[in-house]
């Protein structure tokens, strides 16, 4: 093989990132809140947004499916864009935006129906079952792929509030993959749990990965460690340091970063 076949070849093989952010600003009126943002999201991995309160992890989620776009004030310059294309661009339709990129959110938010309706809402207002058997078929795989399936087959017509806290958030997350996102947000998703119930989430995200690609934020450096595969640091604003979580973790290039994860600020 000559050197520019070779060269052609692991371009061609090399993985292009799911969400791609560049110079992303956002401001809510005239406080900017992130500062310049270039963020890699790899597909099919963890990717965990850690750093000290109000540093901009959840704004910068948000910006990730336009969620911001519901806060008058905020203001989001710069580029993101999911598999290469703008996902800020005119054409884009964001319904179909946000039903690509779910989210689960850090207080679980069942609707007030049966566990069922819960998982079934999405795909029926989305047109993906033609027929009650789909929807039930949906409504199965999704339970199962959120571990929730055995706990709940026998009463799928119970109230979803219903359900312990850890349980609840296992309902969101099978109510996010039930239209078949690509990528889900997770937005300090055990910060309402006990350790049990927030093993349970954790255990399954490495589960998730396999299929989706899952972005974090997460108060808990623990957590961080024990569930990406890439971290992505931030600091008053300014993303100070990403890459692989176990480098991070052991040999932080930026002193901040040092400063944070041994607990000297945040
Ligand atoms: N809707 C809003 N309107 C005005 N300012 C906001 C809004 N949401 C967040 N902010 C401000 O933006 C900054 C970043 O907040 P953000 O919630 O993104 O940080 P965070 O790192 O996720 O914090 P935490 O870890 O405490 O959740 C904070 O100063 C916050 O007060």
Same mark, same amino acid.
């Given at each position: 093989?000559?050197v !520019?076949?070779?060269? @052609? ?27 310049? &943002?270039?963020l890699?999201i *790899?597909?099919q ?8 309160s109000?540093?901009g992890?959840?704004?910068f989620l948000?910006?990730l499916?336009r969620?911001?776009?519901?806060i008058?004030?905020?203001?989001v310059?710069?580029? &993101? ?5 703008d &996902? ?15 989210? @689960?959110f ?27 058997? %789909? ?19 026998d009463?799928?017509?119970?109230q ?13 997350i *099978? ?7 690509? @990528?889900?947000l997770?937005?300090?998703?055990c910060?309402? !749990? %006990?350790?049990?119930?927030?093993a ?7 589960? !998730? ?5 899952? @972005? ?5 450096m623990?957590q961080a *460690? ?7 640091? /931030? ?8 890459g692989?979580? *176990?480098?991070? /973790? ?5 002193e ?11």
């Amino acid at each position: 093989m000559t050197v !520019l076949e070779k060269l @052609v070849k692991a371009e061609d093989t090399a993985v292009q990132p799911k969400i791609l952010a560049k110079n992303v600003n956002v401001a809510y009126g005239d406080r900017q809140t992130l500062f310049g &943002i270039d963020l890699e999201i *790899a597909p099919q991995k963890v990717t965990a947004l850690i750093g000290p309160s109000g540093c901009g992890k959840t704004t910068f989620l948000r910006c990730l499916n336009r969620m911001n776009d519901l806060i008058p004030t905020c203001k989001v310059e710069g580029t &993101i864009t999911l598999d290469g294309q703008d &996902i800020y661009d005119k054409s884009v339709d964001v319904e179909v935006l946000r039903r690509r990129i779910g989210m @689960v959110f850090q207080k679980a938010n069942p609707f007030p129906k049966s566990i069922y309706e819960n998982v079934a809402y999405g795909p029926r207002i989305h047109g993906l079952a033609k027929t009650k058997a %789909d929807l039930d078929a949906i409504v199965e795989k999704s339970l199962r792929r959120a571990g929730l399936w055995d706990e709940v087959h026998d009463r799928l017509d119970s109230q979803g509030t219903g359900l312990s806290g850890g349980q609840q958030q296992r309902l969101c997350i *099978a109510r996010a993959i039930a239209i078949e996102p690509e @990528v889900i947000l997770m937005d300090e998703p055990c910060s309402a !749990l %006990d350790p049990i119930a927030t093993a349970k989430i954790e255990e399954l995200m490495n589960e !998730l990965k396999q299929r989706y690609t899952i @972005v974090i934020v997460t108060h808990s450096m623990q957590q961080a *460690a024990r569930v990406s595969d890439t971290t992505a640091f /931030f600091h008053l604003g300014y993303l100070v340091e990403t890459g692989a979580t *176990a480098d991070m /973790f052991t040999n932080p290039q930026d002193e901040r970063t040092e400063a944070y994860i041994t607990g000297r600020i945040g």
